[in-house]
C-alpha cells in the first residue's frame, strides 16, 4: 500500500532504517568494504548498499553474461554487477579519472575478479565505440557525467539484445531534473530515449534508478 506522501514523494527510510535493512539483505564483506571506504581524498559517490544488491539481482535475473558499466569510481557497484556473472561472463567498466581506475583494479583484484573486469580508461563517449565488437550486451548500467546520458543511452539501445537491461543512476538528477538547462534537458532526453525503446520505469531511490528492458 501507498499513503497519499509516499505516492507524491516522501519517503519512510531514515540512516537507521536503512543501515537496518542494508545488514540483512546487503551486508558488505570484505571486498565490497574495501571498494566502499573509498581515500579522503577520492569522492565518497558509489551507489548504496541497497541499490548496489538490486543492481546485482535485476544483472542475475535478466540472466547477464555481458556487461557494460560507465563510471567505474573505486569498483564498488562493479563488483556487484561482476558477482552476478558465470564466470565466463565479463564486465567492461569505463573511468575518465586514471586514480579511480588504477583503485579499482585493485579492489577487483582483492574481490578475485580481475579477469572477469576489464577497466577502461577514457571517457564514456571515446571509448564506448571500442566495445561494441563484445556486444550485444546483457546491461549497461550508467553512473557517470550526466550531461552525457542520453548519448549513453542511444549507445545501449543500438548494442543490448533484446530482453537486455539499461540501468541509469541519478535519474532525478540530484532533484534537477525539471530545471530549464542543458544537463535537465539531456537527462530528460535519457528517459524519453529508454522509454520509447524498452520496457522501463524510474524505481524511486534516493535519486532515481532507470530500468529498461530493451523490446
Ligand atoms: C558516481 S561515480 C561512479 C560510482 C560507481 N558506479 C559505484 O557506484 O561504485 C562516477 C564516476 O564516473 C567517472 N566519470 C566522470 N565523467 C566520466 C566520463 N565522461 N566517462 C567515464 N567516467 C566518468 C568519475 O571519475 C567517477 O569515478
Known amino acids: 500500500m501507498a499513503d497519499p506522501d509516499s505516492r507524491t514523494g516522501a519517503s519512510y527510510a531514515s540512516p537507521e532504517i536503512l543501515d537496518w535493512v542494508a545488514s540483512v539483505h546487503a551486508p558488505h564483506d570484505p571486498a565490497l568494504a574495501r571498494a566502499f571506504a573509498t581515500p579522503a581524498d577520492m569522492p565518497a559517490i558509489m551507489v548504496g548498499p541497497s541499490e548496489g544488491r538490486l543492481l546485482h539481482l535485476l544483472a542475475r535475473l535478466a540472466g547477464a553474461r555481458r556487461v557494460v558499466e560507465v563510471g567505474t569510481l573505486a569498483g564498488y557497484s562493479t563488483i556487484h554487477l561482476a558477482r552476478a556473472l558465470p564466470p565466463d561472463g565479463h564486465l567492461w567498466t569505463v573511468e575518465f579519472e586514471p586514480r579511480h581506475a588504477e583503485l579499482a583494479r585493485a579492489n577487483l583484484a582483492a574481490a578475485g575478479l580481475a579477469e572477469r573486469v576489464t577497466v577502461v580508461v577514457g571517457a564514456g563517449t571515446d571509448a564506448l565505440p571500442g566495445l561494441e565488437p563484445h556486444g550485444p550486451f546483457d546491461a549497461v548500467f550508467l553512473d557517470a557525467d550526466k550531461a552525457n ?67
Open 149 to 215: 546520458y542520453d548519448r549513453y543511452a542511444r549507445w545501449a539501445i543500438a548494442n543490448l539484445r533484446p530482453g537486455g537491461l539499461v540501468l541509469g543512476d541519478n535519474a532525478y538528477l540530484f532533484g534537477e531534473l525539471l530545471d530549464d538547462d542543458e544537463r535537465a534537458r539531456g537527462m530528460r532526453a535519457f528517459h524519453e530515449i529508454v522509454a520509447a525503446a524498452c520496457d522501463s520505469v524510474c524505481i524511486p531511490t534516493p535519486d532515481g534508478l532507470v530500468l529498461g528492458i530493451r523490446r
